[in-house]
């Protein structure tokens, strides 16, 4: 019985799973979101990437300089075409990406949809496990292994499901908590202006780094 068939088989799912997530945005600047964003260069579909440099100098701004100067337009066009919903801003040098700060509802949702993922990866790896125990009883049938044995592959492959759900749980959990960890923080900065009234907000402006929660303690607090 090859057990590393099986292992492989539940890998290959939650590196999957970790793909996806990493293209969801979660209000900061990810360059994994730009992975299946191609350009046409000299007839070869060609990722991003591989064309230009891309960096992150603020927490929710990505910067493509491409390395030829003539696939500019290029870039723009596929990043327009493509599904990921942010309009590149073309200075003739480079393109700015900026990401917009995500409503408390929009990252609700976005947790709804990883959870959804992260059950389709379980799906996947209950499927592995399931043809493992098939490959394995069919091997018992064919007299290749004893009844004993077959109890031994069944526990084993269960033992490999069971750490690769665990794992999906973990994966789950951090991308769950890096999209809901601005309601955390803005919440712990609520608590703080309530507190502490005007040195609570004084402490709170020396934290706060965007004008999108600022304006979020503005309308939900009152000093």
Not at 1 to 22: V, W
Not at 31 to 60: C, F, H, M, W
Not at 76 to 87: C, F, M, T, V
Request: charged residues 35%; contains cysteine.
């Amino acid at each position: 019985m090859d057990y590393n068939i099986i292992k492989e088989k539940m890998n290959k799912s939650i590196d999957n799973l970790r793909e996806k997530f990493a293209e969801v945005r979660a209000g900061r600047a990810n360059p994994a979101i730009l992975n299946k964003v191609k350009i046409d260069y000299y007839g070869t579909p060609t990722p991003i990437n591989q064309v230009a440099g891309v960096s992150v100098p603020e927490a929710r701004m990505i910067v493509i300089q491409p390395w030829d100067i003539s696939v500019l337009k290029e870039i723009e066009k596929a990043i327009l075409a493509s599904d990921i919903g942010i309009n590149p801003n073309n200075d003739g040098k480079v393109i700015r990406l900026a990401f917009p700060e995500l409503t408390e509802e929009r990252r609700k949702e976005l947790v709804k949809d990883i959870k959804k993922m992260a059950e389709d990866c379980k799906v996947a790896v209950r499927n592995a496990r399931r043809d493992g125990i098939d490959q394995a009883k069919k091997e018992q049938k064919d007299g290749e292994l004893t009844e004993d044995e077959l109890k031994q592959a069944e526990n084993k492959i269960q033992e490999l499901t069971d750490k690769a759900i665990e794992e999906v749980d973990k994966v789950l959990a951090n991308k769950e908590n890096e999209i809901l960890s601005i309601l955390v923080l803005k919440k712990k900065y609520i608590l703080m202006l309530k507190h502490k009234g005007a040195l609570g907000l004084q402490l709170v402006k020396q934290k706060l780094k965007t004008g999108a929660m600022m304006k979020y303690v503005n309308i939900h607090t009152k000093i």
